[in-house]
């Protein structure tokens, strides 16, 4: 008999996943705290900021880890691991969202979707810089976006990214240069010394 | 881009920068305008993660732990521990409603009145060992029996028990009481009978009104004046 709750904060990712695939409701409880909230912003920003639709996604996510925890391989990173579900399940829905709009690249479309619904950086941060950035982000290629956001923003290693992407390390650093270079050339206009 | 270099650029100003710095920045940017254009970019970044506060909703998690409890088949393991302090300690009722509360209370109570309870007790065991201290002092107490024949070797005589009766004179033995008296030559025994002999007549004042003074274990009174025919003459000489 357990007299003292085993410390699941102090567990990996990995061993937490262990857990889970054992039945222990605690682990999964863990792992939810770590990674929900960064999957669902992650789901935002790729899924046109569709708060329902990245609610569902995490649900969905989720629930494969309990319905299905032996697809984790235990040798690898979770992180990585989950990224990588994660942008699989936003490829597809991006194939979906192409076949529905009979469309090639529904993505400007979607956008224009997102203005009308609420927008979460207007309802943080009312700046017109901060809009132009998240709207040029937003804008990007999908593999270039997918790229910088897993870098600058869920704090990803190139090695890691390259992983979740299914690419090598040289195709990651390609696409971040791009998309750094193109995010900067689009707030060109908010350059102080531009303006001067 | 590495990490350090990221922390260069939100750091430094594009002329503080070092010459290996602009090396490894050169792909990225060129000139100062390049520089604060890139250093845009990462502030962006950064205010977004800030303002990045939003979290799943808790419909979200619950069913996601519907969906664990039937995968599982079981529902989360209740440890014993839980489940008593569940009953001891409801965290829905008020403080001083909550069993565990009120039977440490209680012991709190117990405890601080123990001394007082222990205390009668140890009074009543007192008073009980007194008395019985008492009768066995009584039990103790020899029972003075006289046999009329002690070395008596007929069984079939019984022995006569008398009861010695001590007579007041007898048990109350004289008392003498050496009293000083002014003159050297003389000295007075005085007989004190005990226990004191106590009269009607006496009042209870060692100093009488009628000035004759009367020891505290001697007494003496005045005889009538009818009784001393000399006092009773020299009253009544008429001149």
Request: net charge negative.
């Amino acid at each position: 008999m357990k007299i003292f709750r085993a410390q699941h904060n102090t567990f990996s990712d990995e061993e937490l996943m262990q857990a889970i695939s054992k039945g222990d409701k605690r682990a999964f409880d863990e792992l939810y705290n770590r990674y929900a909230a960064a999957l669902l912003r992650y789901f935002m920003r790729m899924l046109w900021k569709d708060r329902e639709k990245s609610e569902d996604f995490v649900h969905d996510l989720f629930a494969k880890i309990v319905n299905k925890p032996e697809y984790f391989d235990p040798t690898r990173s979770f992180k990585t691991w989950v990224y990588s579900v994660a942008n699989n399940m936003c490829k597809n829905e991006y194939k979906k969202a192409e076949v529905r709009k009979g469309m090639s690249n529904g993505l400007d479309n979607h956008y224009a979707l997102s203005d009308t619904s609420v927008n979460v950086m207007n309802e943080v941060q009312d700046s017109f810089f901060q809009e132009a950035f998240v709207k040029n982000l937003a804008e990007l290629d999908d593999k270039h976006k997918e790229a910088f956001s897993l870098r600058h923003i869920e704090g990803l290693s190139i090695k890691e990214i390259a992983e979740v992407l299914e690419i090598n390390e040289g195709t990651v650093k390609s696409r971040l240069f791009y998309a750094t270079k193109y995010l900067a050339e689009s707030l060109k206009e908010f350059n102080p010394i531009e303006n001067r | 881009m590495e990490k350090e270099l990221v922390n260069t650029v939100l750091e430094k100003e594009f002329n503080e920068l070092s010459s290996n710095e602009r090396i490894a920045l050169n792909d990225y940017c060129s000139s100062e305008e390049e520089f604060e254009q890139l250093k845009m970019v990462f502030l962006s970044v950064e205010a977004l993660k800030k303002s990045e506060t939003i979290v799943p909703r808790t419909e979200t998690k619950s069913s996601l732990d519907d969906i664990f409890a039937q995968k599982h088949g079981h529902k989360p393991r209740a440890i014993w521990y839980n489940s008593a302090l569940v009953v001891l300690y409801p965290k829905e009722k008020a403080f001083v409603k909550r069993p565990l509360v009120q039977i440490a209370a209680i012991g709190l109570l117990f405890l601080l009145a123990y001394p007082l309870i222990n205390s009668t007790k140890i009074q009543d065991l007192t008073e009980t060992q007194l008395a019985e201290v008492k009768v066995e002092k009584q039990n103790a107490k020899p029972s003075r029996v006289k046999t009329s024949n002690p070395v008596s070797t007929d069984s079939n005589v019984e022995t006569v028990i008398e009861p010695i009766i001590y007579t007041r004179s007898e048990h109350a033995d004289p008392i003498y009481e050496e009293v000083m008296v002014a003159t050297a030559e003389m000295s007075v025994e005085e007989y004190i009978p005990e226990p004191e002999v106590v009269f009607a007549a006496e009042p209870a004042m060692a100093e009488r009104p009628d000035g004759i003074y009367t020891g505290s274990s001697t007494i003496t009174f005045s005889q009538p004046a009818s009784a001393q025919p000399q006092v009773f003459d020299l009253l009544t000489s008429t001149f």
